[in-house]
């Protein structure tokens, strides 16, 4: 095997050319694998983030009459102790309102939160432009489009309408920029507890929401979720079950980006295999020589399968290296107006590692024709035609 070894190299080092020719082909292959690869990776994971990144991915809602959860700390610590998948949760208490302003009355979704465990779905903190979250009673946040309609100022005491004729003062602390205008304009954020005064929900909630590890077990989670907890009223939902349009796409450029990359490597393989292949017409008079001394047929096959393998590892790091520096060069030249990239760059090891296994397996294995030609080589017949 190591005389194998050896003399594989040795061929290799004779014919630079050709030896350099094949590399960048595998090499070309790869980093084009590892391109596509990595742009639909981060294409996707920009759709799943814009989309339901700041959102809940699993929602809990009531449909009795009241549309209210009660009892939703034994809900809610349920859950955390059965589902590992989940790793933020918080409750809301949401309710349609109107407020008024200098005679003027807009329309509203009162959104009462735990601050700080809403802040992890919803990112409240980081949205703050301007003034501070809510902490007392009768404090709450607008968004940045309301407070331009409506000229509300940070310390301005508005009255607000419940949509069942009670009223109440509340005063504006702060603006949020969640990025969407409908919510800037539609949310008012405010706490838990005066949402649930306002409203008269006593001590329930409306909703129960979660995000998760991997957001695409999100229909898995629900349907736990959905067998443990025994309520009727109970209604589980997910963000899977809500975006079958956007999972057909993202289904649709995993297919694409799959059937690209496996016609690039059938291509790589084809080309390795028939360039190995003119090498064993090349090299069978030296072929015939070994084993007119004594090399077995077992033994000529494995410098084909050696210069294979070189060849594969040559080209898996030089296609890793060109294919990172595709997508960094990518992401540096397709700019949106903001001057942030168009597709973010995403880097996933385990896809990389595996496209670079693929790469080698695929030249080995490219490699078993011409080895077996190789091995039928008669060295009487060889040095005759010579």
Do not use: C, H
Request: charged content about 20%.
């Amino acid at each position: 095997m190591k005389l194998a070894f050896q003399i594989a190299t040795r061929f290799l080092k004779s014919s630079k050319g050709q030896t350099i020719l094949i590399a960048l082909g595998i090499a070309i292959g790869v980093s084009v694998q590892i391109f596509i690869g990595s742009l639909i990776q981060g294409l996707q994971k920009s759709l799943v983030d814009t989309t339901i990144g700041n959102q809940p991915q699993i929602t809990l809602t009531s449909n009795n009459e009241e549309k209210l959860i009660a009892d939703y700390d034994e809900i809610v610590e349920r859950i955390s102790e059965n589902e590992e998948e989940v790793i933020n949760l918080s409750v809301a208490a949401d309710g349609p309102a109107l407020i008024s302003k200098d005679d003027e009355t807009y329309s509203i979704l009162l959104r009462g939160f735990n601050i700080e465990d809403a802040d992890k779905i919803f990112n409240i903190k980081e949205s703050l432009v301007d003034g501070t979250l809510p902490e007392n009673e009768g404090e709450v946040l607008i968004g940045v489009d309301l407070k331009e309609e409506a000229g509300i100022s940070i310390g301005d005491e508005i009255e607000l309408l419940a949509n069942f004729g009670d009223t109440a003062t509340v005063t504006v602390t702060g603006f949020f920029n969640l990025g969407v205008a409908s919510l800037n304009k539609s949310w008012t954020i405010t706490n838990l507890e005066t949402a649930q005064n306002i409203f008269s929900y006593d001590d329930q909630v409306t909703s129960i929401n979660m995000q998760l590890k991997d957001v695409f077990l999100a229909d898995t989670v629900a349907d736990s979720i959905n067998e443990r907890e025994t309520s009727e009223t109970l209604v589980v939902d997910n963000w899977k079950a809500q975006n079958e349009e956007l999972l057909s796409g993202l289904n649709g450029q995993s297919v694409s980006s799959i059937m690209i990359q496996v016609f690039v490597m059938i291509s790589v393989l084809l080309g390795i295999a028939s360039i190995l292949a003119i090498t064993v017409v090349q090299k069978s008079k030296q072929i015939g020589i070994l084993k007119a001394m004594g090399i077995k047929d077992k033994d000529s096959s494995l410098i084909f399968l050696f210069q294979g393998l070189l060849l594969g590892v040559l080209g898996a790091i030089l296609g890793v290296a060109l294919g990172l520096l595709l997508a960094f060069t990518f992401t540096k030249f397709a700019l949106n107006p903001d001057g942030t990239p168009v597709v973010p760059l995403f880097i996933d090891p385990i896809f990389i590692t595996f496209s670079a296994v693929i790469a080698v397996a695929a030249s080995v294995i490219a490699a078993l024709i011409p080895a077996r030609t190789s091995s039928k080589l008669s060295p009487i017949e060889v040095i005759r035609n010579a």
